[in-house]
Every structure is written in structure tokens, then in C-alpha cells.
């Protein structure tokens, strides 16, 4: 349609998944398949990448249409409703080489650092953790911190991380253990938007039938690991 573009928000520095890329403009995996969907069903969209925080709020807000990934939580479920799950990610531990952190269970009462308002940050809190919990806008930053030599961990996801990681350059960080959270990553719109709720969930259905959804997903996973999770 030729109506106002509906508008779609995201995160800003979730690189390979939604990012700015060096033209400015919205890149990854999440964005690319939003554009099939919207092409699938014939849906003008228009994307608006800000910190997740703001991408977040905005939608509770509605100010925008839609996220293009939000990782499912029954909390956020009464807040926001989820599209058919299209991709799992797994959040990791980043410690500094040497830090006597090896799994979960040595995280009780450490300083952790975390994304504000991302999956990681709702589980923290919810499993009282610890109350040293150190917030930042983005993983960059949270690696910067680490590796700067202050606090004790930082929680992120582990194929974004390691992306910040390897951009950013710093030798003495690592990832421990087997994932601490898995989470499905969903488009999400505002509550009670069934309208294009139905549209989105139609879309992917059309394009993981075209065959679409694998070739986006090898072109964004192939530098790690073909699988459903990035």
C-alpha cells in the first residue's frame, strides 16, 4: 500500500542481527528478514534503529508499529505480543582471562555488567542474582568496562558479543560455560495489534516456505555456524 510506511524499531548496536551499518543504514539479519516478510504480504515499513531502551518504550508507547526482534519473556508477553519464534539466541559470560568465574553458580553477588533492558538485565533481577548489577547502553561498552579492568562479568549475547569482541580488539576477555539463557527472538508489536501480528506471522510463514529464511540466515550465520541460532 501506498499508506504511511508502518514504522519498525530496533536496536541500533545488535550487530549481526540489527545494526547501523557504516552507510547509517538498518543491516542484519532481523532487518533483512523483515524486509522479506514486508515484501511477502506487501507491507510498506520504514525502520527506526535507537538504543534498545528507547526501541523498547517506543513501542509500549506506540510510536512505532513494531520491533523487528524481541526476545520472548512471559513478563513482556502482557506488555507486547510475540510473532512465531525466528531465530534462538544464547546469552553468554564474559570474563577477564583469569577471573575465577566458571559457570552460573559463581555468579551470586558479583558485579555484572548488562545492557539495560535486555533479557539478560529481567533475569538478573528476577533470580536476585546479585545487587551489584553495573547497566550500560550497549555491548561495546560493556566489553570497554570489562576489559578496563573493572567489575567482575558481563552478560550478552554470545554471537553479538563476540562480533563487539573481535571489532573492539581486546585480548584478555573471554566467554565461559554453556549458555546461561536461551532465548526465542520474535518480532513483537504493541499489545492487542493482532491486525499486523497475523500479517507478520503470515510473512515468515511465506518466506521460511520460500526458502528465503535459510538464505538469509546462511549469509548472516555462515561466519560461525549454520544453525536456528545466532
Same mark, same amino acid.
Given at each position: 500500500?501506498?499508506?504511511?510506511?508502518?514504522?519498525?524499531?530496533?536496536?541500533?548496536?545488535?550487530?549481526?542481527?540489527?545494526?547501523?551499518?557504516?552507510?547509517?543504514?538498518?543491516?542484519?539479519?532481523?532487518?533483512?528478514?523483515?524486509?522479506?516478510?514486508?515484501?511477502?504480504?506487501?507491507?510498506? *515499513?520504514?525502520?527506526?534503529?535507537?538504543?534498545?531502551? #528507547?526501541?523498547?518504550? +517506543? /513501542? &509500549?508507547?506506540?510510536? !512505532?508499529?513494531? $520491533?523487528?526482534?524481541?526476545?520472548?519473556?512471559?513478563?513482556?508477553?502482557?506488555?507486547?505480543?510475540?510473532?512465531?519464534?525466528?531465530?534462538?539466541?544464547?546469552?553468554? *559470560?564474559?570474563?577477564?582471562?583469569?577471573?575465577?568465574? #566458571?559457570?552460573?553458580? +559463581? /555468579? &551470586?553477588?558479583?558485579? !555484572?555488567?548488562? $545492557?539495560?533492558?535486555?533479557?539478560?538485565?529481567?533475569?538478573?533481577?528476577?533470580?536476585?542474582?546479585?545487587?551489584?548489577?553495573?547497566?550500560?547502553?550497549?555491548?561495546?561498552?560493556?566489553?570497554?568496562?570489562?576489559?578496563?579492568?573493572?567489575?567482575?562479568?558481563?552478560?550478552?549475547?554470545?554471537?553479538?558479543?563476540?562480533?563487539?569482541?573481535?571489532?573492539?580488539?581486546?585480548?584478555?576477555?573471554?566467554?565461559?560455560?554453556?549458555?546461561?539463557?536461551?532465548?526465542?527472538?520474535?518480532?513483537?508489536?504493541?499489545?492487542?495489534?493482532?491486525?499486523?501480528?497475523?500479517?507478520?506471522?503470515?510473512?515468515?510463514?511465506?518466506?521460511?516456505?520460500?526458502?528465503?529464511?535459510?538464505?538469509?540466515?546462511?549469509?548472516?550465520?555462515?561466519?560461525?555456524?549454520?544453525?536456528?541460532?545466532?
Amino acid at each position: 500500500s501506498t499508506d504511511n510506511p508502518l514504522l519498525i524499531g530496533g536496536n541500533k548496536d545488535f550487530a549481526p542481527l540489527e545494526f547501523l551499518n557504516s552507510e547509517g543504514n538498518p543491516d542484519g539479519f532481523s532487518i533483512e528478514l523483515m524486509k522479506a516478510v514486508a515484501r511477502g504480504k506487501g507491507l510498506n *515499513i520504514k525502520f527506526d534503529l535507537s538504543l534498545w531502551s #528507547n526501541a523498547r518504550s +517506543d /513501542l &509500549k508507547d506506540g510510536k !512505532i508499529d513494531a $520491533v523487528s526482534g524481541m526476545l520472548y519473556a512471559k513478563e513482556r508477553d502482557k506488555v507486547f505480543d510475540f510473532s512465531a519464534p525466528y531465530v534462538n539466541i544464547s546469552y553468554m *559470560i564474559f570474563i577477564r582471562t583469569g577471573t575465577p568465574i #566458571n559457570s552460573i553458580d +559463581d /555468579l &551470586k553477588g558479583k558485579e !555484572i555488567i548488562v $545492557v539495560e533492558d535486555v533479557s539478560a538485565h529481567d533475569w538478573l533481577i528476577k533470580n536476585r542474582i546479585t545487587d551489584s548489577i553495573i547497566t550500560v547502553n550497549g555491548s561495546s561498552e560493556a566489553l570497554k568496562l570489562l576489559a578496563s579492568g573493572k567489575h567482575d562479568c558481563a552478560i550478552l549475547p554470545r554471537l553479538h558479543g563476540l562480533e563487539r569482541l573481535k571489532d573492539a580488539g581486546f585480548s584478555n576477555i573471554e566467554t565461559i560455560g554453556p549458555p546461561i539463557l536461551e532465548k526465542p527472538l520474535c518480532f513483537a508489536v504493541a499489545e492487542d495489534n493482532d491486525d499486523l501480528l497475523a500479517e507478520l506471522n503470515e510473512g515468515l510463514f511465506i518466506v521460511q516456505r520460500s526458502g528465503e529464511y535459510d538464505e538469509i540466515l546462511l549469509k548472516w550465520a555462515s561466519v560461525y555456524e549454520h544453525q536456528k541460532r545466532l
